[in-house]
């Protein structure tokens, strides 16, 4: 079991870019990570994820603005959030699921997007 703790996040207007970080303690060598979000009122939502080999995917809606990384020696997975529209508002989670499918999650960060 891991801790994953997500910052970065805050308040941009539309058109601008953020940058999450997801810090982890623990090795996340054999982790899928990913990224999620829950708007206010709607059920949280995959946005991102990638495998320990470095395999990436993303849900249409981000597809050509958000890029998800991962430094294993840094114990950190990154968002990069470009060309943020303000359907991009929710918290963002971090995700770990181990090689068991047993999930972790970090507490969120609030991401915000002015039109």
């Known amino acids: 079991q891991v801790q994953l703790v997500e910052s970065g996040g805050g308040l941009v207007q539309a058109g601008g870019s953020l940058r999450l970080s997801c810090a982890v303690s623990g090795s996340i060598l054999r982790h899928v990570m990913g990224w999620y979000r829950q708007a206010s009122g709607k059920q949280r939502e995959l946005v991102a994820t990638i495998t320990a080999g470095g395999i990436t995917d993303y849900a249409d809606s981000v597809k050509g603005r958000f890029t998800i990384s991962r430094d294993n020696g840094k114990k950190t997975v990154y968002l990069q959030m470009n060309s943020l529209k303000p359907e991009d508002t929710a918290v963002y989670y971090c995700?770990?699921?181990?090689?068991?499918?047993?999930?972790?999650w970090g507490q969120g960060t609030q991401v915000t997007v002015s039109s």
């Open positions: 995700n770990s699921k181990d090689y068991t499918g047993y999930d972790s």
